[in-house]
């Protein structure tokens, strides 16, 4: 019974899964035939002819569409095209959005602010830790963005871009900000602090970055906007209501007229220097469209810590999920096209917070080591866990996305079994049919698991499918077939090149 009511939870969309592995060759196959259908009589020696030109057809728009995906296996994606996380962050996101960024003209930030930490490498293999600046900035092509949506805290954002340049990465030109964005100042941080300390044995586990409270100034509609920094006359009074504020609402927040005065100098330096990258980054995008340049949007974070879908109020402050491209960046819904998940093959977590399947023995101490599960931003170990199906196959459902990028599968190397989390079995013994919004339902439910064999093999090396071990391809094929989703990029290692495209 319980298993016929789980495969009723995972019934895969095998037409959906089929139409995104063959759209390249559906659509050159359908404009071949339409051209040999207008050159054909009638009778049974045409029909046969017909039959033969449309085979044949057929057979050359395979060979076109295998010849363009080996010269370059992302040919085929959208003008917009998005790079979101599906689960609690740290799913790799930046290195896919470093390699497709060679392809794309713009990339951007739509959301959040320095909580996020994306690792890249260059071609030489040179590692470098982002927070702010996006992934794309390596490509020397590329135009950065940092989007309306997201939160910027200047002194961290010059201490980023000093730090790339000072490697031999140019940003000025190549890096703009939203004058609609909002400034997040260091009192944000010092009162994200407070804040955590006054929930005591409930803390959200936040990075301490401000990030809450300046989206919180945001809200109350109290909050200083880049565009502010070109009025200086009236930076001081926006300023001091929102110290004034900070300090009516923490004891431990000392606040006087002499900090006011040390803040608005620092941010005149501040204005100047940053005015060469404030633009008005919603007009930039919709000309960058209209001009048929390619957009990228990078998302910072991950749909399970999403205010409104994620497990509340162990969340982040904003909307990583697909809604957040459309308010952080100012695009139009149905300018966007290809929208790629990317997943580990495993499951992290950083902070507090639900974590169905987390494993607190040797296996999650072994899982932590051998994937290096330590946080960018904060250095935090990381919760890990088997994969999570049903918060996995939750992330889909919202965000609707054409293909998945699995990440850090060579992490599983030397396991004998593997496990997937399939199911949830709630605390009155019914599995349930969704993630739950109820936290109390969530830290009760019981997992249930679906055992797959492992592999003993170091597949970092790997750059084809095939050449996978067997049991490598089938636990890949057994997540596609429970989500209906095709996984079109494999990661087996933390280097550009370290990447399977399917």
């Known amino acids: 019974m319980a298993s016929a009511l789980i495969s009723d939870l995972f019934v895969p969309n095998l037409n959906g899964f089929s139409q995104e592995k063959k759209k390249r060759q559906q659509g050159l196959r359908s404009g071949f035939a339409h051209s040999v259908n207008l050159h054909l009589a009638k ?188 009025h200086m006359d009236t930076f001081p009074e926006k300023l001091d209501i929102l110290l004034h504020d900070a300090a009516s609402r923490f004891k431990g927040f000392e606040y006087s007229k002499s900090v006011l005065q040390t803040e608005v100098e620092h941010y005149k330096r501040f204005s100047e220097r940053i005015e060469p990258y404030i633009a008005d980054t919603v007009h930039l995008m919709h000309d960058a469209f209209s001009s048929g340049k390619k957009i990228l949007v990078e998302g910072g974070q991950a749909t399970m810590l999403d205010v409104d879908f994620g497990t509340y109020p162990f969340v982040t402050s904003s909307n990583p999920s697909a809604g957040g491209i459309c308010t952080g960046l100012g695009i139009a819904p149905r300018h966007i096209g290809d929208m790629i998940g990317v997943a580990k093959a495993y499951t992290t977590r950083v902070g507090s917070g639900p974590y169905p399947t987390e494993l607190l023995d040797e296996a999650g101490e072994n899982l932590r080591s051998a994937g290096h599960e330590y946080g960018t931003t904060t250095g935090r170990p990381r919760r890990c866990g088997w994969l999570d199906m049903v918060a996995l196959k939750y992330s ?81 094929e057994r997540i596609e077939s429970l989500l209906g989703i095709p996984i079109d990029y494999i990661g087996v290692g933390p280097g550009r090149d370290a990447l399977i495209v399917k």
């Not at 790799?92 to 320095?114: E, F, H, N, P, T």
């Not at 040179?126 to 590329?142: C, D, Q, R, T, Y």
């Not at 009155?428 to 064999?453: H, M, R, T």
């Open 43 to 230: 009778g049974p020696i045409a029909r046969q002819s017909r039959r033969i030109k449309c085979n044949a057809s057929v057979v050359e728009a395979d060979a076109i569409a295998e010849a363009e995906k080996a010269e370059d296996p992302f040919r085929s994606l959208s003008q917009v095209c998005a790079v979101l996380g599906t689960q609690w962050g740290d799913e790799g996101k930046g290195k896919l959005v470093d390699v497709l960024a060679q392809r794309y003209d713009i990339v951007a930030r739509c959301q959040g602010g320095a909580n996020a930490g994306h690792t890249i490498y260059n071609s030489e293999g040179k590692k470098f830790a982002l927070h702010l600046v996006p992934s794309g900035i390596l490509n020397e092509k590329a135009l950065c963005v940092i989007g309306n949506g997201a939160v910027v805290h200047l002194p961290g954002l010059f201490e980023e871009i000093d730090g790339l340049e000072s490697n031999g990465v140019s940003c000025q030109g190549r890096l703009l900000i939203s004058d609609r964005a909002h400034l997040l100042f260091d009192f944000h941080q010092a009162i994200d602090g407070m804040r955590e300390a006054e929930l005591a044995g409930s803390l959200v586990g936040t990075t301490k970055r401000g990030i809450g409270p300046c989206y919180a100034s945001k809200v109350t509609r109290n909050g200083i906007r880049v565009s502010d920094l070109r």
């Open 396 to 476: 889909c459902q919202i965000n609707g996305f054409s293909a998945l990028n699995l990440t850090k599968l060579d992490v599983l190397s030397g396991l004998s079994r593997i496990r997937l989390g399939v199911a949830y079995k709630g605390p009155d013994g019914n599995l349930l049919k969704s993630f739950p919004a109820d936290l109390d339902i969530l830290q009760n439910v019981e997992v249930i698991y679906e055992d797959l064999p492992g592999w003993q093999a170091d597949i970092s090396s790997v750059r084809r499918y095939q050449d996978l071990p067997s049991a490598a391809c089938l636990y890949v």
